[in-house]
């Protein structure tokens, strides 16, 4: 079946560091990618998506690239704030299985000054 | 824009008590969805909702029902509240209109603790 396995945390930065989330994904179609972010204290939101290989999903300085060949969206901000510490979740969502969403199980990023 | 409302943010019951989750979206969504997030397990979907009275088991729905009986709420309801109930329940809708690429809205979430 569908899943998505994301890189387990706590991930601990310093302001201005480089940051990669890795995610990849098993799925049997052609599923569109997504990264949501919880801030503390609130639901999920979404950060950015891609709906087909070679798409590039961006927002707010953070980029993913749909890569079909290696089955992976991972998430890449070239310099964090503090602002940036939350959860983040990796999901597919796929025509397949009734347009489920399936989660990753999240990575926690704490951005220190 | 856009709202997902959980009635509330923070509940506490006791064991074997029946409780009530609410849930209310304004944006004429047809889908709807209850997950619960599980520090190591992430999001995992309990029921959800394609459109009024209609429901659907998730990956988790057992000790667990849903109330559709408007097409803007959508109620969870723990029969018999358990421990291992303890959880943070978190609604969210989409619009039932697109293929896979729509996005989904959540609410805030409700962490509730059985004792």
């Known amino acids: 079946g569908d899943s998505v396995t994301q890189m387990e945390g706590p991930v601990t930065l310093s302001e201005e560091a480089f940051l990669t989330i890795n995610c990849t994904y098993t799925?049997?179609?052609?599923?569109?990618l997504f990264w949501y972010v919880q801030y503390p204290g609130e639901g999920l939101q979404l950060l950015l998506k891609?709906?087909?290989?070679?798409d590039k999903g961006s927002n707010k300085g953070f980029e993913a690239t749909y890569r079909k060949e290696t089955t992976s969206f991972h998430l890449e901000k070239g310099s964090v704030q503090v602002s940036d510490s939350a959860v983040y979740f990796c999901?597919?969502?796929?025509?397949?299985?009734?347009?489920?969403?399936?989660f990753g199980t999240g990575t926690s990023l704490t951005v220190i000054p | 824009d856009v709202k997902v409302t959980q009635s509330s943010r923070y509940l506490v019951k006791r064991t074997g008590e029946k409780v009530f989750l609410e849930c209310v979206q304004d944006?004429?969504?047809?889908?709807m969805f209850w997950y619960r997030q599980d520090p190591g397990l992430g999001l995992r979907l309990i029921y959800f909702?394609?459109?009024?009275?209609?429901?659907e088991k998730g990956d988790i729905p057992e000790g667990y029902s849903v109330s559709r009986e408007k097409k803007e709420r959508f109620s969870l309801i723990l029969e018999s509240a358990s421990t291992n109930q303890t959880s943070m329940y978190l609604c969210?809708?989409?619009?039932?209109?697109?293929?896979?690429?729509?996005?989904?809205?959540f609410g805030s979430g409700t962490q509730l603790s059985v004792l």
């Open positions: 999901a597919l969502s796929e025509w397949n299985t009734g347009n489920q969403f399936y």
């Open positions: 944006m004429d969504h047809e889908n």
């Open positions: 969210a809708s989409r619009t039932g209109q697109s293929g896979t690429n729509e996005k989904l809205f």
């Open positions: 799925a049997t179609g052609y599923p569109s």
């Open positions: 891609a709906t087909k290989a070679d």
């Open positions: 909702s394609y459109d009024v009275k209609m429901k």
